[in-house]
């Protein structure tokens, strides 16, 4: 892993998030199941967008989060996704390479727009989604960017993405190509509405495809279908190299190698959950290349993840390299 010119590839959805505060009313009147993610068609994207307030405009995407996560400690990384040649392509094309991200996906010229994320969120810092993939939905093999994902030490998987047969298609054939080149693959099972779409792909890629698995509570009992989570995480000990199982307020555990490691959650004021686990994974992966033991690693994620809950927005607004410094975890 040493020799690989980035640490993290990420490939996934590449979204804008749209994210404008509201109260529980608003959710009522529009039946929307708070917390929840759901998929939109443009149609309903256009007519809530109306009726929300005033709204902040940031790419998105949960892999994309994580790597510009990963950007802030100072990883060397790369991602892969779709846009359309529209303003919000433009607009993800431009803040994910400002990060110093290698990003080369050809805008498609001709389909559906870029892919958008409604966020509303609540005064209790609960965020619910609504997700309009757009361009991102088309993705296929011919997407990916083999000579990227071979320079990685670890390509991170996005559950959101797999959805239709050329994206799960695209899946398997990076993970075929990590692993070829000596890369790690890890997969965010991304939401338990994907986990309920997908179970039985997703139970056969954390079983023959991911050697991490990053999953919160819901999204781990969903894929082995138990209610309790000390079961999903013995299940998910017996099925993948590292499982990384974050549970928000409670913490985080690791299970690997037949042993769990328990980490804390970091104190910290909530302003919005956006983003939150995808953080999390950004300070766990960084530490991982890094050398890092899994505790060091899970600390990481933890103070990641405080930062991102912390304010409007999934990505951080400060330099989570000095953070971790002025915190003791990484050397000055």
Do not use: W
């Amino acid at each position: 892993m040493a020799d690989k010119s980035f640490d993290v590839v990420g490939i996934g959805n590449a979204i804008v998030d749209i994210i404008a505060r509201c109260d529980d009313g608003f959710l009522s009147k529009h039946d929307l199941a708070k917390g929840a993610m759901r998929l939109i068609d443009a149609e309903e994207a256009n007519r809530l967008y109306s009726a929300m307030g005033p709204a902040v405009e940031r790419s998105g995407g949960s892999v994309a989060n994580a790597i510009a996560g990963l950007a802030s400690f100072g990883a060397k990384c790369g991602f892969i996704g779709r846009v359309a040649a529209d303003q919000f392509g433009g607009i993800f094309r431009h803040d994910i390479r400002s990060l110093g991200v290698a990003y080369d996906t050809l805008p498609a010229s001709d389909g559906a727009p870029t892919a958008r994320c409604l966020i509303l969120v609540t005064p209790d810092g609960e965020r619910t989604m609504n997700t309009f993939l757009g361009a991102s939905v088309d993705f296929q093999p011919e997407d990916l960017e083999l000579e990227l994902i071979g320079a990685a030490k670890i390509v991170y998987l996005e559950g959101y993405l797999f959805d239709r047969d050329a994206a799960k298609a695209a899946f398997r054939e990076a993970a075929r190509a990590a692993k070829e080149a000596g890369a790690k693959v890890a997969l965010t099972l991304s939401d338990a509405f994907c986990v309920d779409r997908h179970r039985d792909d997703f139970r056969a890629l954390v079983q023959h495809g991911a050697d991490i698995v990053f999953a919160n509570e819901k999204e781990i009992t969903s894929l082995y279908q138990v209610n309790s989570f000390e079961e999903a995480a013995d299940l998910a000990m017996n099925d993948c190299e590292m499982a990384v199982l974050t549970r928000s307020e409670a913490g985080s555990i690791i299970v690997a190698g037949g042993e769990t490691i328990e980490i804390e959650a970091e104190n910290a004021r909530v302003v919005d959950l956006t983003g939150a686990g995808d953080l999390y994974s950004a300070g766990f992966l960084y530490g991982l290349t890094h050398g890092a033991s899994l505790r060091e690693c899970g600390r990481l994620g933890s103070l990641a993840a405080a930062e991102a809950i912390s304010h409007i927005g999934a990505r951080p607004e400060i330099s989570l390299q000095k953070l971790a410094r002025d915190n003791g975890l990484l050397p000055h």
